[in-house]
Every structure is written in C-alpha cells, then in structure tokens.
C-alpha cells in the first residue's frame, strides 16, 4: 500500500497511538524536508519544505502494521537492509496531531512541525 501525502491519518484508538509514538520516540526522526508537496512553505531562497515522519526498523511487519493502522505512508528498503516508513505533507501533519498526547522524547520537533504547518 502507498500512501498519498494529502490523505489523513486514520483515527488512532489510544493503544496504537501510544504504541506508535514509542517507535517514532525511539526510531524515528520527525521535521521538515526540501521538496514540493500538497503542504509546504517557501522561503525567500525558493526552497519548499513540507513536513514529514520517518521510522526506519529492520523488521518490516511492524512498519506494514503502522501502514495499515494509520492509512498513510510508504515503506522502501534502504541500502543498508533497513526499512523505512516515511509520511509527508498533510499526512504527516494529521498523523502527528493523532499522536501528540504519546510522544516524550521528541515534542520540541514535532511542536515545531505542527506549530509551521497547521
């Protein structure tokens, strides 16, 4: 399954919330990247930003569950025998407003995201 990057996250009951904000805490990165997207801000250099989740594991089930569960993302294998689930744009926004409550380790970034792109 692909996800686009203008479809929302699913509505996430309490346990898979938590237990996906413990897998972007503890393998995650949450910011912004440089490119075109359905949601983006350009800066006085021309450079659009658009924001975005990642997981990267090396077993792919638990990334595929996280797929099916929150209805957005995709998954590539990395060169390095990883797997990576990342969400873009207004996914990423919705899927992180479905996990602010959960997420310890990483609020200062994900405020950040969430406080540029809502």
Not at 17 to 25: K, L, R
Not at 40 to 63: D, E, M, S, W
Not at 65 to 70: H, L, R
Not at 104 to 118: A, I, P, S, T
Request: net charge neutral; hydrophobic share 35%; glycine share 10%.
């Amino acid at each position: 399954m692909t996800g686009k990057i203008n479809n929302p996250c699913k509505k996430l009951d309490t346990l898979d919330a938590a237990y996906i904000a413990g897998f972007i805490d503890a393998d995650g990165w949450i910011g912004t990247r440089v490119e075109q997207g359905t949601i983006h801000r350009r800066y006085k250099n021309g450079v659009n930003r658009t924001p975005a989740v990642q997981i990267t594991q090396k077993f792919l089930g638990i990334l595929e569950w996280i797929q099916e569960t929150t209805g957005v993302g995709n998954i590539s294998l990395r060169k390095d025998g990883y797997h990576s689930y990342t969400v873009n744009g207004t996914s990423a926004v919705t899927l992180l407003q479905e996990l602010e409550p959960y997420i310890r380790f990483k609020q200062n970034e994900l405020g950040l995201v969430l406080e540029e792109f809502e």
